[in-house]
């Protein structure tokens, strides 16, 4: 949580010195390289079945979609604002799980996207 907050701040600093998209490209870059260092000397297994691999195609294309349209929020709107709604990512993951994979449906679950969906609202206007 501490280590996200702080790489808003940074992408927020980033995003209004140089142009958007480069930021996100030097930020992604950088941690890239940190996280196959740490695959390196932590000793993870580097086996990939197929099923694996593309999932994390998949997830990587997804991740820079959302890390370039953050950069560039960023650079035009509140901090308060991008973050919020980009935070609310776990929106998106709960109604796929609740109606592609069958997740149970609880009153606290509805409530907590009502609530979520209320925050963005209350943040942004």
């Known amino acids: 949580m501490v280590t996200w907050g702080l790489w808003v701040v940074a992408a927020t600093y980033?995003?209004?010195s140089i142009a958007p998209v480069t930021a996100?490209?030097?930020s992604y870059a950088?941690?890239?390289?940190?996280?196959?260092?740490?695959v390196i000397v932590s000793g993870a297994s580097l086996a990939v079945t197929p099923k694996g691999g593309v999932f994390a195609?998949?997830?990587?294309?997804f991740a820079a979609i959302g890390l370039v349209?953050?950069?560039?929020?960023?650079?035009?709107g509140s901090t308060a604002t991008v973050t919020t709604v980009g935070a609310l990512y776990f929106v998106v993951a709960a109604l796929i799980?609740?109606?592609?994979?069958g997740d149970p449906v609880s009153p606290s679950k509805?409530?907590?996207?009502?609530?979520?969906?209320?925050a963005i609202a209350l943040i942004t206007y």
């Open 69 to 76: 349209a953050t950069y560039v929020g960023l650079s035009i």
């Open 110 to 118: 509805v409530a907590g996207i009502i609530l979520a969906v209320v």
């Open 57 to 61: 195609v998949v997830a990587g294309v």
């Open 30 to 38: 950088v941690a890239t390289a940190l996280t196959v260092g740490y």
């Open 14 to 16: 980033a995003s209004e």
């Open 24 to 26: 996100a490209a030097i």
């Open 97 to 101: 799980g609740i109606t592609i994979l």
